[in-house]
Nanobody
């Protein structure tokens, strides 16, 4: 069983930056591709970005390209989401997810593990 705990959310202003963290409970964290997702009020959860097991490849939703960066530190069992130039449209609960298959993470389907989420609110 892998437990994921997100942190780093908060209230920021438009144009600000924020870094989210997702800590995993297991040492086999490096066996899992990781992803970030978000859910805005009244909307479906959507994919933000994903990173492969060794961190060698990343993939982003169009809304995140050029503004968000995913990275991971397998020695700390932690994946990060660095967000820049935030806008009110980035407001939502941000979740991390993990799965052995990178494709599952990219599609946000059948993920083996999810965190509880951290709230990000961007004021205009």
């Amino acid at each position: 069983q892998v437990q994921l705990v997100e942190s780093g959310g908060g209230l920021v202003q438009a144009g600000d930056s924020l870094r989210l963290s997702c800590a995993a409970s297991r040492r086999t964290f490096s066996d899992r591709a990781m992803g970030w997702f978000r859910q805005a009020p009244g909307k479906e959860r959507e994919f933000v970005g994903a990173i492969t097991r060794n961190g060698g490849n990343t993939y982003y939703a169009d809304s995140a390209k050029d503004r968000f960066t995913i990275s991971r530190d397998n020695t700390k069992n932690t994946v990060y989401l660095q967000m820049t130039r935030l806008t009110p449209e980035d407001t939502g609960v941000y979740y991390c997810g993990a799965d052995r298959l990178f494709t599952n993470v990219v599609h946000g389907t059948n993920l083996a593990y999810w965190g509880q989420g951290t709230q990000v609110t961007v004021s205009s």
